[in-house]
């Protein structure tokens, strides 16, 4: 019998846990062991920061669905891994036992590389957060207390230096403004701005992915953003952040302080505390190298999926940042490590299986929206293609839905939906792409 552990039940983890239960025999154990009792739709998170959606409305309890499924699950926090016993110690002081341990926690918020940012750095006006659930409800509560005042001061949504997921920063600059609008506040905000570590708008960690920088500039320019990019913030005080300009060389051309009544800024990423900490599991950031089968080169009972996996930035950039990992791709990650995981339960060699990385994304942006297909992720592209249009608002909405009701479910990939993508031709796995298309 073997036990298969998975750690993390985000994006990543509750589908694999449902995946490897369906492929595994009813003789073996799946445990998932996550932080939280619940599940978090993190995609949603920016209308939460908004209040276009209230917590209970993307946020579910887990264990009802898993133990319908035959899962264990444990709501603790991992506070150590030991690769060597094959433990992992949790907080309330008991630890697990694992044959095969899949690795999916997504990632650490890294506020601590900017002195004074983030939601709990103490300041009456910090630097928000989406990222989390808690910390969306924080950044609404911050963002009705700035439309409370009588004489606003400016708006800065963005994202720090050494950011990878660029996507939700404009999603939800977007619906901020839509939001305003709503509600007729447009033009008590005086000024609006975007700062950013990227190059220039709708780089996205990605090198650009279509006509994302015409779309994306044309669309901030029209609702009146200020736009900064190439912008290394390095410390936030109170209603105060500290930015230096660089060039495309990478020198400092300017430094500047810019005042705001609310800001959200999207940290950088790191590899959370228990898992960074593993010997030689990890890259210096704490995230884990795998190779091209999930799996890590050091411990080969250990398998890893998700935002906590290192991958190379797509290009060098003058403020550094990094390439986003996103669901699609989070989805590929974890079909082709489950089936190499029984592959080698069953006695045979655990290196069939390839993801496909594709990175797919729809951003909502109030009764518009913008998706981007780049396929695959690095350069050079089979498809390289950003559009807009209130279809992608609509999808969105649509999208959510679905993949709640497939984790209540307790199913990853419905037969139609491998249909659908198929017949755009996309797919979780290289072994299902044509012969052409596979390396
Ligand atoms: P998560 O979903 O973050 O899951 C990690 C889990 O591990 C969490 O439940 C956490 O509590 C748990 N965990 C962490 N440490 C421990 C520990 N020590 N012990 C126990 N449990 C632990 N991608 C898209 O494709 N489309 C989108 O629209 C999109 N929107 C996004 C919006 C936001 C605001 C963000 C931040 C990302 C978005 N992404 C989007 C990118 C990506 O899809 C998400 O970040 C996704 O949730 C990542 O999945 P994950 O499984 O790697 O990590
Ligand atoms: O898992 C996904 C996810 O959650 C993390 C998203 O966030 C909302 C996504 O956007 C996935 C898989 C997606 C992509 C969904 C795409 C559905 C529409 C397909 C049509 C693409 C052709 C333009």
Known sequence: MAHVVILGAGTGGMPAAYEMRDLLGPKHEVTLISENPYFQFVPSNPWVGVGWRQREQIVFDIEPH???????????????????????DL????????????????????????????????????THSICT??????????????????????????????ASCFGPAYEYAMIVLSDLEKRGARNKIKEFHFITSEPYVG???????????????????????????????????????????LNEK??????????????????????????????????????VIVDEHQRSPKYPNIYSAGVCIAIPPVEQTPVPTGAPKTGYMIESMVTALVHNIQAEIHGKAPTAEMGTWNAICLADMGTSGAAFVALPQFKPRRVDWFGEGPWVHWSKIAFEKYFLAKMKAGVSEPFYEKLVFQMLGISRLKSDEPAHLRK
């Open 66 to 88: 898993t133990s319908r499924k035959r899962i264990n699950f444990i709501a603790q926090r991992a506070d150590r891994i030991d690769p060597e016993r094959n433990t992992i």
């Open 250 to 287: 990478g020198e400092k051309i300017g430094v500047g302080t810019h005042d705001f009544g609310f800001s959200m800024m999207l940290p950088a990423f790191k590899g959370v505390d228990a898992v960074a900490k593993v010997p030689e599991l990890c890259n210096p950031k704490g995230f």
């Open 203 to 245: 780089h996205l960690g990605l090198g650009g992915v279509g006509d994302s920088q015409e779309i994306l500039t044309r669309g901030l320019g029209e609702m009146g953003v200020q736009v900064h990019t190439n912008m290394n913030t390095t410390k936030v005080d109170d209603g105060k952040m500290f930015c230096e300009h």
């Open 133 to 162: 659930v808690d910390h969306a409800e924080k950044a609404y509560q911050a963002y009705m207390n700035l439309l409370d005042s009588n004489n606003p001061d400016p708006i800065i949504i963005g994202a720090m230096p050494g």
């Open 91 to 126: 907080a309330n002081g008991s630890s697990v036992h694992y044959d095969y341990l899949i690795i999916t926690t997504g990632p650490a918020l890294a506020f601590d590389a900017v002195p004074g940012s983030g939601p709990h750095a103490g300041h009456q006006k910090s």
